[in-house]
């Protein structure tokens, strides 16, 4: 066995992509038999409180595996910890659980080391029997959201997980796969926790460790616990007593002794709070940071721009042109007809403005994004060109497919139908608002009738991936700027995220598209290439067909830029981590 490295040049990238920001990497150290993370920044102060915050209506479940939304895999984050993590600065994978890891030559073994005597919430020993439990019997077993476990096949199929003794695990692979090191960031579950619920069913087990479940059922891994929940207005995390990190004077961390997300509805309530000093921390739209930035040098926050987001925002058309088990189209077939003409998905590329939103809603904090890699994604492919909006190039690609507009400027396809279509995106985030108030603006330009319509954001979700009933939506995804293995769900053509044609789980790859028959194999063949440059050949392809034929129009990327109370130490701001990543070092100090 071999040491893990990641490629060199991979590793040249990811550090552009970081801040110019050094971080104390923590260590491992065996103390009286048991191996602590021990932490490398200055010790710190015991005490206190960070309060945080989240928009809409809160998390959804507290369960890791069946987490879905953002907030909720925020929240589940908080409480449970994975075999290994990412460096901030570098991206290169990092024990957490594990005290350590290596490759076998040929690729198709990994080997766990696990932490020796560190202990669940509860005071049980965490061991390989958690692991393999986690990952034979929930992951691969298909509970909660399948998403990992779909992105991990290998030609079909899925990798092994065996123990050998107590503390080693090893993970076999059928072919060296370069994706996979980083799945194993994936949360570890307590086996004498889960292991009931998993017996009960997969029906049982989506409602296991729900908001409604009490503080105390929870055993957990991560620098904080689960200490109260009260719907659409706090999360309260305590400290975890047996936390596996500790600092240099051998105390345990975290430092905090509670963690708190305020459930604030929208953005603005969020800017609100943070003024009336009720947030300790808020990331800024790009029309805030000018105020926030004059007022630093008198105030008790600190501004830190992270860089390029590392999510997308997009605007996506619904190409289903299948019916539901009822025989009742999901997409009326007039609007299959004009989402289905790839002029007709160009001409709306086209006529977006995104300098003018970048200016408007970003407030000159951003710039156009037209790949579904993000601006700082170390396999963003550079060659495809940006350009301005023309509505003169959308008109002619209109014309092209028999559009037409009448004396009014009403836009009608060659049968005589007026082009009309809803426009959604989750309601309370401001940000998404504008945009949908531009995007129906521009495509009105060209005479088409849009009908805007914000709503409830786990409505919109069970629209994309349950019902499949909507015409064009404005939405956004997270994503890794150091693996696009992580998108595999959205691009896939039978991928649980696939939301632009989306197929049930027994439609398979039914009506797949020649293009998304491309893509398909594009992933599959990136997975499987173990050298960054030939992955990016594959990975650069994909942006291209993804460019070329606009299932998904890519509108901009907003800078993060985030305000923290000055009070905080050991902030080891990160473009890849963010401002909190080592929330256990974090400290109230005194100036």
Known sequence: MRDVEIDNN????????????????????????????????????????????????????????????????????????????????TGEPVPKLAKAFSISPDGKAYTIYLREGIKWSDGKPITADDVVFTWNNIIFGGYGDTSLRDSLYIEGKLPTCRKYGDYVVVFSVPKPFAPFIRSLSASIAPKHIFLPAVQKGKKYFESFLSTTTKPENFVTSGAFKLKEYVPAQRVVFERNPNYYEINTKEEKLPYLDRLVYLIVGDLNNQVLKFEAKELDIISLQGSKVARYKSLEHHSDYKLYNLGPDTGTMYISLNLNTRKDSKGKYYVKPIKQKWFNDLNFRKAVDYAIDRKNMVLNIANGIGEPLFTPESLNSIYRNKKLKSYDKNLNESKKLLKKSGFYTDKKGRLYDKDGNRVEFDLYTNAGNTEREAIGVMVKQDLEDLGMKVNFKPIEFNSLVNKLVSTFDWDMVIMGLTGSPLEPNGGKNVWMSDGRLHMFNMRTPQEGKTGILPWEKQLDEMFEKGALATKFEDRKVYYDKYQEIVYNQKPMIYIYSPTQIFAIRNKFKNIYPSSLGGLTHNIEEIYIGHD
């Open 10 to 89: 991979s590793k040249k990238e990811a550090s552009q992509t970081a801040l110019t920001q050094s971080y104390p990497t923590p260590k491992n150290i065996n103390l009286n038999g048991i191996d602590y993370l021990q932490s490398q920044a200055p010790v710190g102060i015991f005490g206190g409180t960070l309060i945080s915050s989240t928009i809409g209506e809160g998390p959804k479940t507290f369960n890791p595996f069946n987490a879905k939304d953002n907030t909720s895999a925020i929240m589940s984050g908080v409480m449970y910890d994975g075999l290994l993590s990412s460096d901030p600065i």
